[in-house]
């Protein structure tokens, strides 16, 4: 199955591969890299330790629970997050995200959205009431 940025991450042989930060560095621009940070960092100073695994086709970030959050750092000035959310709470996010102006979509159980600084600063509040909603959901 090819993979591309508005398709949910999916399991592949090419996540087993040895990836590390420095790889996602060298192939993604310094601003997107910043914006992984700081989503990654709204996770950690509302929900503790936090799970991140860089795979080839995407970093994978979770807390205590199954992963939640995809982000796919690029090398124009934003990113590609893809959230696990499902039930009432989707259609209410993606209308949020909507009326925000921030690009987003449905795609199975996720919402794929395209992420830029200005976005996430802008939008804080959003983008940490979407991720509360999905991290509550990936726990058992």
């Known amino acids: 199955e090819a993979h591309t940025p508005s398709a949910p991450p999916s399991a592949t042989k090419e996540q087993s591969v040895g990836v590390e930060r420095a790889d996602w560095e060298k192939r993604s621009s310094a601003s997107s890299m910043r914006i992984l940070d700081a989503v990654i960092a709204l996770v950690q100073r509302d929900y503790g330790p936090v799970r991140v695994t860089y795979n080839k086709p995407h970093i ?71 991720v509360a909603a999905c991290e509550a959901q990936s726990r058992p």
């Open 60 to 130: 994978a970030v979770g807390t205590s629970g199954r992963n939640f959050l995809w982000l796919e750092p690029r090398r124009a000035s934003h990113l590609y997050a893809h959230v696990r959310i499902d039930g009432p709470e989707r259609l209410m996010f993606l209308q949020e995200l909507g009326a925000a102006s921030i690009s987003s979509g449905p795609r199975g159980d996720q919402v794929t959205l395209y992420l830029s600084e200005v976005e996430l600063k802008t939008h804080e509040d959003l983008i940490r009431r979407l």
